[in-house]
């Protein structure tokens, strides 16, 4: 079975996240994307983190009915901050059967070699790169990585986290079960940040 992982901090997930990763799995040989729900990204600030068993009931309410798309918990038994090369290694001995493979934006793919064992991931892992906006002219800089064509989406979670905590309406871009669940909980009210970052 093949299977894409698509990791991210999903804070909070929407509708960028979903179209991409239907995409993926529709448009190549992969019987299943896995959303791996990051606790703590090495790259990224906490100060605006939602607790990850939140952001992980998130995932599972906006994919929920899917036969091909599946949430995972498994970095949040790791060590933190969270390792792809480290998880890869877990999925591997936990799954033997499966093959893997990593759905990378354009914008994170530029930073790859920063990232631990990097090479390690690109000479071991198929990656199905995908472009981001603003980030249209990365180049493939392993054998095994593969540039697929998916809709160039301009979404992302702290645009919908900054219009939360000002008050404005994010319908349209999460589904509204997950819309429904943010405004019932006050998720996000206090995200403290700037939203060009």
Same mark, same amino acid.
């Given at each position: 079975m093949?299977?894409?992982?698509?990791?991210?901090?999903?804070?909070?997930?929407?509708?960028?996240?979903? =179209?991409?990763?239907?995409?993926?799995?529709?448009?190549?040989?992969?019987?299943?994307?896995?959303?791996?729900?990051?606790?703590?990204?090495?790259?990224?600030?906490?100060?605006?983190?939602?607790?990850?068993?939140? $952001?992980?009931?998130?995932? $599972?309410?906006?994919?929920?009915?899917?036969?091909?798309?599946?949430?995972?918990?498994?970095?949040f038994?790791?060590?933190? %901050?969270?390792?792809?090369?480290d998880?890869? =290694?877990?999925?591997?001995?936990?799954?033997?059967? $499966?093959?893997?493979?990593?759905?990378?934006?354009?914008?994170?793919?530029?930073?790859?070699?920063?990232?631990?064992?990097?090479?390690?991931?690109?000479?071991?892992?198929?990656?199905?790169?995908?472009?981001?906006?603003?980030?249209?002219?990365i180049?493939?800089?392993?054998?095994?990585?593969?540039?697929?064509?998916?809709?160039?989406?301009?979404?992302?979670?702290?645009?919908?986290r900054?219009? =939360?905590k000002?008050?404005?309406?994010?319908?349209y871009?999460? %589904?509204?079960? =997950?819309?429904?669940?943010?405004?019932?909980?006050?998720?996000?009210?206090?995200?403290?940040?700037?939203?060009?970052?």
């Open positions: 093949n299977i894409g992982l698509y990791f991210g901090s999903f804070n909070p997930i929407h509708l960028g996240h979903l =179209i991409i990763a239907n995409h993926v799995v529709e448009e190549t040989d992969l019987d299943e994307v896995w959303f791996i729900v990051t606790p703590q990204n090495p790259f990224k600030k906490n100060n605006t983190l939602l607790n990850e068993s939140h $952001r992980l009931q998130l995932v $599972r309410l906006a994919i929920e009915g899917s036969r091909k798309l599946k949430a995972n918990n498994i970095e038994s790791l060590p933190r %901050p969270s390792y792809t090369c998880t890869l =290694i877990h999925l591997q001995e936990r799954y033997p059967g $499966r093959v893997f493979s990593l759905i990378i934006g354009s914008d994170g793919y530029q930073n790859i070699n920063k990232w631990k064992n990097a090479n390690y991931i690109l000479n071991n892992f198929q990656i199905l790169l995908f472009t981001r906006p603003g980030f249209e002219e180049k493939p800089i392993s054998e095994n990585t593969i540039l697929i064509s998916a809709p160039l989406l301009d979404i992302s979670a702290t645009q919908i900054h219009k =939360i000002h008050r404005k309406s994010i319908r871009l999460v %589904p509204d079960i =997950i819309m429904e669940e943010i405004i019932n909980n006050g998720y996000y009210n206090n995200s403290l940040e700037n939203p060009s970052e």
